[in-house]
């Protein structure tokens, strides 16, 4: 029983390392499309949670990677010409609540930074900001970048989150969907 506990022990530690140092494969990046956003991804990423509201014309998905980069994206049948700032604002004060829940804390680590970001030819005005999740005195650090593309009859709000240390790791995968965005 012992031999087996301790090779059980040794999956589940190396399926965790394994998992922790991936990098975004980007042979053969798979095609996703919500609504009218349309882009690749690492053929290693994933659709996580989606759901929608048909009522609200709302639709929304999570791309991850199997380490810890998720790639939000919410999708409007309307248009709404959301202030940059204020989709910063309630993601953090959304953040905080469901923290709390957890018996976590956020603190914001920095100003946030204007950042601009390519797409389809544009420059895309957006926010990067970094905080800190903190739960027994375990700190992870976290940074999300904010954008949105607003059309003529869609909105479409954009996060891309990932731990601190893992941004450089994740960028590529991150990079592959920015060149590759299209939002008709």
Not at 16 to 37: H, R, V
Not at 75 to 104: Q, V
Request: with cysteine.
């Amino acid at each position: 029983m012992r031999k087996l506990v301790t090779i059980l022990l040794i999956i589940v530690l190396g399926a965790f390392f394994y998992s922790c140092n991936t990098q975004p494969d980007l042979k053969n990046p798979k095609q996703f499309k919500i609504e009218n956003i349309d882009f690749s991804m690492p053929n290693n990423w994933y659709e996580g949670k989606n759901g929608e509201d048909e009522k609200l014309g709302f639709k929304w998905t999570n791309i991850k990677s199997p380490d810890n980069f998720v790639f939000g994206i919410q999708h409007y049948n309307k248009r709404y010409d959301y202030n940059i700032d204020d989709l910063a604002d309630y993601f953090l004060n959304n953040l905080k609540s469901k923290m709390k829940e957890y018996l976590l804390e956020t603190e914001v680590l920095s100003n946030r930074k204007r950042i601009s970001i390519q797409i389809m030819g544009k420059e895309i005005e957006g926010i990067e900001i970094e905080y800190k999740n903190r739960i027994l005195n375990v700190d992870v650090n976290q940074r999300t970048k904010f954008f949105q593309i607003v059309t003529d009859s869609t909105t479409c709000l954009f996060t891309a989150t990932t731990n601190i240390d893992d941004w450089e790791k994740e960028q590529k995968g991150f990079d592959l969907i920015m060149k590759t965005i299209k939002v008709e």
